[in-house]
């Protein structure tokens, strides 16, 4: 895949402020760049709830500056009910603002400066938005820029696993209702932003409620999943993600369901637009868009790209920051019908490539099992890469291939069958696949948890019959990665993931029977190695902003005075300043995860996230609170959140889900 560094050619005028109606009388707030003495052109659009005005204003101008200096018109619009816009957001992906993605599309492709093609990107939510445009497109929308973003908003976004819940949950269930609480700019949206505040904090919703009670892939979670309309896309889409982050699981999925239309990148970093990615090598996110864009905004050739261009990862010592991964980048198309299958067989001698006389094995119930999992990478925070995996392996049901006698590759979904016998019908399986070296390091390659009370749809419940075995299909996330020979190929079976999983509400007491079981590690045949992609460049040229800290992210895990043992991790107060606008974003945020190690049932989760806005006119301070925990007829969260003005309080918002609310 070839991508040019771009120079900047063209100056632009900045428009730091601009309504766009909407069909309802709704006005959305938009930050426009617009290159000088070109003409009508094509431009592009970041569509997102993370207030222009501040929260995200440095990052948007790592991109949107560098576009318009390369002849495109910028937009970058926040979403109804956030930062500058109007309106109430009651939840995400809401039938508003799915069809304000439409309508603003239109808007755009109807000014004067527009000639009449745009392009769509973001990355997280603004991927995701991106590509639920690309279904059945608005005619002006050309192509489309997927960064980080889900296909699938129940298996493959930051709320559930393989139909257990994950505590991120409880981190987004906090920080989201913080960041709609936040006031809108005097200086931008002028005399009406306090009336626009007021009523803002006043429609205020507590979505986490409808998270947690949504426990199947029914209609809820498949609304805004394109991954069940892949058939009406109608634009090309270049997907990108990154392996340290679980969105990446549908890049390879997306490309594989329409290969017409849509190339993929997966590179080794997390939950960031990969000019900035960490694990590293990262890339030049802007020009390998510039790239895209030139051919289907501008009508440049397309260049050679494969359909799938892949970090291929290889054995790292393990550790919770590491600057750049083993491994080396490899293609492949989208067609797998010749894939080459390595199949192990697991037995009371470990892996092998052979069967051998089944075994009926206990599965451990270490409540502590997970420690070591590190974080998902949903919020790219640096760090929080799985550690060792040794310490939870001593913690789970093993089993081991002899040392390599060559390399095995996987590319794509690896796969688990096997016979569980358990007692009750609500149980958790983990499975993860590590590498370990001679010296005895584990290397966490995937994993994946199912609870093994929903059918493989995740939409029902699987039968269940107390005693008799049930055949289980574990299907583990995507993945592109080299076991190298003279290490040992590891599976690990387990019966709870905490804190990463929230546990079920009780322990079941489960056996796997291998006289069926085999671990499948598939690999494309056109498998081949590829170019490198362009390095990263330092973007702004010259920024507007400012930086500090008051330290380091810190992770730490111990046990409480009351013999509890808890995980933490703690965001200290960081300040971006803008000296132009004598305005300032300042957060910090905690996660504590706490567990009894005498009762599985009893989990705490508890989240605390802080923002503060320093303008000319005054400080805006929100404070949101959240717990989450675990009760015997179920699980309940509550969500204490504080909005003030000048340390005068302008709403105290609360909200309870589940017992005893």
Not at 155 to 168: A, F, N
Not at 218 to 246: E, K, M, Q
Not at 422 to 435: F, G, N, Y
Not at 610 to 627: C, F, H, K, M
Request: glycine share 8%.
């Amino acid at each position: 895949m070839t991508a040019s560094l771009r120079s900047q050619v063209f100056e632009f005028d900045e428009v730091e402020h601009q309504w766009i109606p909407m069909p309802d009388g709704v006005r959305l707030a938009a930050r426009i760049w617009l290159p000088r003495e070109s003409g009508p052109m094509p431009a592009i659009l970041e569509y997102i709830p993370y207030r222009k005005r501040d929260m995200v204003r440095a990052r948007d101008e790592r991109n949107h500056p560098h576009f318009a200096a390369n002849g495109y018109a910028c937009i970058r619009v926040d979403m109804r009910g956030s930062g500058d816009s109007e309106g109430h957001m009651p939840d995400m992906y809401s039938d508003d603002e799915l069809a304000d993605a439409r309508h603003v599309i239109d808007w755009i492709a109807a000014q004067s400066w527009c000639d009449g093609k745009v392009g769509m990107f973001g990355t997280s939510w603004g991927g995701t938005a991106s590509m639920q445009a690309a279904v059945n497109a608005p005619r002006a929308l050309k192509a489309v820029i997927a960064n980080c973003a889900t296909t699938d908003r129940f298996e493959d976004d930051i709320h559930w696993m393989g139909g257990c819940l994950l505590t991120d949950s409880f981190e987004w269930g906090a920080t989201l209702p913080a960041i709609l609480a936040a006031p809108p700019d005097a200086a931008t949206v002028g005399p009406g932003w306090m009336e626009t505040w007021r009523k803002r904090l006043d429609r205020l919703s507590f979505p986490l409620s409808a998270w947690i009670s949504h426990q199947t892939r029914r209609a809820y979670w498949r609304h805004g999943s394109v991954t069940f309309s892949t058939n009406d896309l109608s634009c090309p889409i270049l997907a990108i993600g990154g392996w340290a982050d679980r969105y990446s699981n549908s890049v390879i999925g997306l490309v594989r369901a329409r290969p017409d239309l849509c190339h993929g990148i997966v590179g080794p970093w997390g939950h960031h637009y990969p000019d900035h990615g960490e694990p590293g090598p990262a890339m030049s996110f802007q020009d390998v868009a510039l790239t895209w864009w030139d051919h289907w905004l501008k009508d440049a050739p397309m260049p050679d790209w494969p359909r799938l261009r892949l970090w291929q990862r290889a054995f790292d010592a393990p550790a919770d920051r590491i600057a750049a991964r083993a491994g080396r980048w490899v293609s492949t198309g989208a067609d797998n019908a010749d894939a080459t299958e390595t199949v192990l067989f697991p037995g009371e001698a470990g892996l092998s490539r052979q069967t051998g006389p089944g075994a009926t094995l206990s599965v451990p119930a270490d409540p502590q099992h997970g420690t070591c999992a590190g974080d998902t990478g949903y919020f790219g925070r640096v760090g929080g890469l799985p550690l060792d995996q040794s310490p939870d392996d001593a913690r789970a049901l093993c089993f081991d291939t002899e040392a390599l006698e060559t390399e095995i590759l996987l590319v794509g979904h690896a796969e688990f069958h096997c016979d569980i016998l358990r007692d009750m019908a609500q149980a958790q399986l983990v499975c993860r696949l590590c590498e370990v070296d001679p010296n005895g390091r584990s290397n966490l390659v995937t994993r994946q948890v199912i609870n093994l009370r929903r059918d493989e749809t995740l939409d029902g419940d699987a039968r269940f019959a107390p005693g008799q075995t049930a055949r289980q299909r574990l299907r583990f996330p995507s993945t592109a990665y080299r076991f190298s020979k003279g290490n040992r190929i590891r599976l690990c079976i387990a019966a709870s993931y905490w804190p990463l999983v929230w546990p079920a509400p009780r322990q079941a007491s489960m056996l796997v029977d291998t006289t069926h079981a085999r671990l499948v590690l598939p690999c494309p045949s056109d498998i081949s190695p590829a170019e490198d992609l362009p390095p990263p460049r330092c973007l702004p040229l010259e920024p507007s902003w400012e930086s500090r800290s008051d330290g380091p992210l810190c992770r730490e895990s111990g046990k409480t005075a009351e013999g509890e043992s808890y995980h933490l991790w703690r965001q200290p107060w960081s300040t971006t300043r803008f000296p132009e606008f004598g305005l300032s974003f300042s957060s910090t945020a905690e996660l504590k995860c706490t567990t009894s190690t005498e009762d599985h049932a009893i989990q705490k989760c508890a989240v605390s996230v802080v923002y503060e806005i320093e303008r000319p006119d005054g400080t805006a301070r929100i404070e949101s609170n959240l717990l989450g925990q675990a009760h015997p007829d179920g699980l309940s969260a509550a969500l204490e959140l504080d909005a003030h003005w000048n340390g005068e309080v302008m709403a105290e918002r609360s909200w309870k889900c589940g017992p005893g609310k």
